[in-house]
């Protein structure tokens, strides 16, 4: 790989504000759109910040996230940052090959735009339960803890066909899987090994009396290709969509409803015309500064080509969507939250073979908690300057740590 003295580059990278892109990301596309990127286990890898760039190594069906067996860069150094930070969604889910794509063709059945309407009232009811019992405990509010988190595990439960009283054990699982700082070891061990036995029960339960849920559609669909998936196959499926969803969009709805009123101008033009609701979840998507500051990996096991730089085989990548996201090569006036942008081929969902399979899902709930949030509460300011917001210091998946509001 060609280096230069300003190509090494330490992640994450720092930004002034905590809704604002890191500066450097403008230099890197600019100056140095292949990196080095440093991390905190010690190790090296090749950072992406072009959109051109990322695009073309997600759509390269050679390459996957890195796995156990593979050689890749440490995010975190050892015995740090917890089970998910330098192998997410393990378990028995295959990650890459003929097994990856069957498992994806499979799971990818359930997320049809014709289930999203059908799950849309229900998911609007749950919205509506959470900010009424926000409403009703008075203002100022952690909206972040009253509706985001809450929401996408409850349409975690709901899809996996676990019963409604369950949802706070799930939320605890999930929460102990990924919040390294809250838990100890024993405790996040715990938490697996409890989810597993949950959810081998639920397996077997579905088994047995099939309902309308992911896991029946996957026992009915793997029987009719002839060749079923696992009970183990099932129960890591469970767990990586717990894993993949509800984090990230627990996130994710308190990062657009931050970057929706820390301009209220913004706020004011939704009240206008609701009907820009779906482009404004795009241009959030498309917008956030804060999707994790390593990005989203790739293991090269072939010799990659970029532009004439030749990546060599055994290289992690480091792509960081989000830079990508504002590169001006895809993006007329790429800074500007601008909530009638259309098109909007962002790539928060990544791309290709490991692109976001509950992104429907995901969009859904965005704009389901958006609507919910015009409606029952139009009022709704941040009860705190922009700067006094806190970033969680999670290593993979980045966010506010509260987003306090007022209506
Ligand atoms: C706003 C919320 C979300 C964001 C920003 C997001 C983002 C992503 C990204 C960037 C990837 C690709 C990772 C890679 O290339 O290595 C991914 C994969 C995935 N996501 Fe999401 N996601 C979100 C919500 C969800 C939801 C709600 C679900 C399902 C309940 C889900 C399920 C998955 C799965 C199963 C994969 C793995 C696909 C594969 O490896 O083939 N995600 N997500």
Sequence with gaps: ??????????????????????????????????????????????????????????????FSRPTAEDSGARIAPEGGGGASTNSDMSLSVPQ????HLRWRRLLGKYFTAKRMTALRPGMTAM?????????????PADLKAAVGF?????????????????????????????????????????????????????VAAKR??????????????????????????????GMGLLVAGHETTANMIGKMVAMLLADRTRWEQLLADPSLVRTAVEEV????????????????TEDFDLDGTV??????????LSAANRDERAFP??????????????????????????????????????????????NLELAVPVPELQRVEGLTVGGLREVPVRW
């Design 1 to 62: 790989m060609s280096q230069n003295n300003d190509s090494l580059v330490r992640l994450p990278l720092p930004s002034d504000g905590p809704l604002d892109p890191p500066a450097e990301w403008k230099r890197l596309r600019e100056r140095c759109p292949v990196a080095t990127a440093e991390l905190p286990s010690g190790d090296t890898g090749a950072l992406l910040t072009r959109y051109g760039h990322i695009k073309a190594l997600l759509s390269d069906t050679r």
């Design 96 to 99: 890459k090959g003929e097994g």
């Design 127 to 139: 919205a509506e339960g959470l900010v009424d019992d926000m409403a009703k405990s008075g203002t």
């Design 150 to 202: 809450p929401l996408p595990v409850y349409v975690i439960c709901d899809l996996l066909g676990a019963p409604a009283e369950d949802r706070d054990r799930f939320s605890y699982w999930s929460d102990a899987f990924l919040n390294v700082d809250r838990y100890t070891g024993d405790e996040t061990k715990g938490a697996h090994s409890a989810f597993l036995t949950y959810m081998t029960d639920l």
């Design 208 to 237: 047995a009396r099939p309902g309308e849920d992911v896991i029946s559609m996957l026992i009915d669909e793997s029987r009719a290709e002839g060749e079923g998936l696992s009970d183990s196959e099932l129960v890591a499926t």
């Design 285 to 300: 998507l498309r917008s956030d500064a804060n999707l994790g500051g390593f990005g989203t990996r790739r293991y090269l």
């Design 311 to 320: 990546l060599p085989s055994g290289t992690t990548v480091f792509c960081l």
């Design 333 to 378: 006036d790429p800074n500007a939250l601008d909530l009638t942008r259309s098109p909007n081929p962002h790539l928060t969902f990544g791309g290709g073979i490991h692109s976001c399979l509950g992104q429907s899902l995901a969009r859904t709930e965005l704009q389901v908690v958006l609507e919910v949030l015009l409606r029952r509460l139009p």
